[in-house]
C-alpha cells in the first residue's frame, strides 16, 4: 500500500470492471452444449447400462444387481441392518444437480434475505456459462460494452456509452443444443454403438469438467463452508437458509470460500465392477475401487478406461484359487 501511495491506480482487468474476458467465451458455449450433451447421452446410456439407486439413502450402483455390502443410514437401516432396498433411479443420481441464484447483473448489490424467492435458481454450471458469455433468453443479464468506474470500495458506477456505435451481432455466438425429452430419447441398439455413445459420453464429461475448470479461474464461483449451497459471482448471496452444524448460531448465514471443482461438478463415485463382470463380495471390500458413476457406466458400456482414474478403479479383484496363489500374491 506505502508502494502504491501517490501513483495512478491500475485499472481493473476483465472480469472484475464488469466486461467478458473474450478468451473464454468459446470454452463456454464449449462447456454448455457439452452438458446438454452429456445428460442426453447418459439418458440413453442408462437403458442399456441399468443403475441401482436406493430407496432409503442417496447411494447408488451400477449394474444390474445392487452391490452386498451394509451401507445404508436411510431411514430403518437398522432394522435392515444396513442392506439397501435397490431399485430404478433417474439421471440426476448419476450427474447431480447443483443449483444457484441467477444474477442480472454479477456486479450488482447481493441478494437479500427478503428476495430469496424472487430470485430463480437454475443449475449453477449454467449460471456459470451466461455469465462467462452465453446468451440465453429466458435468463437475462446485463452486458457491458464499458468498464465500470470505481466510486469507493464496493461502489460503482456504469460508464456512458451513448457515445458507442450500435452493437453489432456476437461473433462469438454458437448454436446452443437443446435437452432431449422422454419419448425422443432412443437407446442403442447394437454394442457397437453402445461403445461408441460410451466413448462420447466420456469425452462430454471430461469436457465440462476442464471447460468448467478454465471458466473457474476467470470467474469467481464461491461455496459455504458448512454446506454445499454455491454461488456463482464474486461475493455470495444473503439469504439465510444453511441448516449445517450449528446453524443456529450463524442465523443460518452461510460461511462462503472460494470453491473448488467437486464442489460444481460433483462427481458421484460408485464401486467399480470387476473385468471379469462377476458380482461383487462383501469380504473383498476393502480391494475394490471405486470411479465415478458417469466414468463407470461408459466402461461398462464398453468406453476404454481412462489413464486417470486407473489409480483408484483397482481393474482385478479376486479371491486365490489355491494355496499357491495366495503365496504368489502374499
Request: aromatic share 6%.
Amino acid at each position: 500500500m506505502k508502494a502504491a501511495q501517490g501513483k495512478p491506480k491500475r485499472p481493473l482487468p476483465p472480469p472484475k470492471n464488469g466486461m467478458l474476458v473474450h478468451r473464454l467465451i468459446p470454452v463456454a458455449y464449449k462447456v454448455y452444449n457439452a452438458r446438454i450433451l452429456l445428460i442426453n447421452n447418459l439418458r440413453k446410456l442408462m437403458k442399456v447400462v441399468p443403475v441401482k439407486g436406493c430407496k432409503y439413502c442417496s447411494e447408488i450402483h451400477v449394474g444390474s444387481v445392487g452391490h452386498p455390502f451394509r451401507t445404508c443410514r436411510g431411514m430403518m437401516s437398522d432394522q435392515r441392518r444396513g442392506e439397501h432396498d435397490w431399485g430404478s433411479t433417474l439421471v440426476e443420481a448419476v450427474f447431480l444437480p447443483v443449483e444457484a441464484y441467477h444474477l442480472e447483473d454479477r456486479l450488482g448489490k447481493r441478494i437479500p434475505h427478503e428476495q430469496r424467492f424472487a430470485v430463480p435458481r437454475i443449475p449453477a454450471l449454467v449460471e456459470l456459462c451466461i455469465q462467462a458469455g452465453v446468451d440465453l433468453p429466458e435468463y437475462p443479464t446485463k452486458r457491458r460494452r464499458k468498464p465500470i468506474i470505481k466510486i469507493g470500495r464496493n461502489e460503482f458506477v456504469d460508464a456512458d456509452e451513448d457515445d458507442l456505435p450500435e452493437a453489432e451481432p456476437d461473433r462469438f455466438k454458437q448454436t446452443l443444443l437443446e435437452e432431449l425429452h422422454f419419448d425422443e430419447i432412443i437407446a442403442p441398439s447394437t454394442p457397437e454403438e453402445t461403445a461408441a455413445l460410451a466413448e462420447e459420453t466420456l469425452e462430454a464429461w471430461e469436457t465440462v469438467r476442464d471447460g468448467a475448470l478454465k471458466l473457474m479461474k476467470g470467474y469467481a464461483v464461491r461455496v459455504c463452508g458448512y454446506c454445499p449451497e454455491v454461488h456463482v459471482g464474486p461475493t455470495g448471496h444473503k439469504a439465510r437458509n444453511c441448516g449445517a452444524f450449528k446453524h443456529q448460531q450463524r442465523n443460518g448465514q452461510h460461511g462462503w470460500q472460494a470453491a473448488v471443482l467437486d464442489d460444481l461438478i460433483p462427481p458421484r463415485y460408485v464401486w467399480h465392477m470387476p473385468e471379469s463382470g462377476e458380482e461383487l463380495q462383501r469380504e473383498l471390500k476393502t480391494f475394490y475401487g471405486q470411479a465415478p458413476a458417469v466414468v463407470e457406466m461408459c466402461i461398462q458400456g464398453g468406453a476404454k478406461v481412462p489413464e486417470k482414474y486407473k489409480g483408484t478403479m483397482r481393474l482385478d479383484i479376486g479371491i486365490p484359487s489355491s494355496l499357491k496363489e495366495a503365496e504368489m500374491v502374499i
